[in-house]
């Protein structure tokens, strides 16, 4: 079983920055992707940025292309969500994912993932 646990939410003005951290905890963590998702109220969750875990390749939502980033620390066993430029439309509870399997085809849906953290909630002020 694998924990994930996130901190780093909290509330920010637009145009303001925020820093995203996930903790991987449990059995022996070989991931092959890791991802942020949002859900903001009344919408659907949706994809923000993955990561491969071994060869760091990263993956994009055109909604937060050139303004987040993601980073990776295998030691350490967690992600980063690297988060500038902040919108109110940016406003949602933010969501670790971990896919322990390997993939073919982009990891950009919920459903790829197998483990979720409990999410941090992030509300950037107009």
């Known amino acids: 079983q694998v924990q994930l646990v996130e901190s780093g939410g909290g509330l920010v003005q637009t145009g303001g920055s925020l820093t995203l951290s996930c903790a991987a905890s449990?059995?022996?963590?070989?991931?092959?992707?890791m991802g942020w998702f949002r859900q903001a109220p009344g919408k659907e969750r949706e994809f923000v940025r993955a990561i491969q875990w071994n060869g760091g390749r990263t993956y994009y939502a055109e909604s937060v292309k050139g303004r987040f980033t993601i980073t990776r620390d295998n030691a350490k066993n967690a992600v980063y969500l690297q988060m500038n430029s902040l919108k109110p439309e940016d406003t949602a509870v933010y969501y670790c994912?971990?896919?322990?399997?390997?993939?073919?085809?982009?990891?950009?849906?919920?459903?790829?993932?197998?483990?979720w953290g409990q999410g941090t909630q992030v509300t950037v002020s107009s």
């Open positions: 994912a971990a896919r322990i399997r390997s993939f073919a085809v982009s990891p950009v849906a919920s459903g790829d993932y197998d483990y």
């Open positions: 449990g059995r022996t963590f070989s991931p092959a992707a």
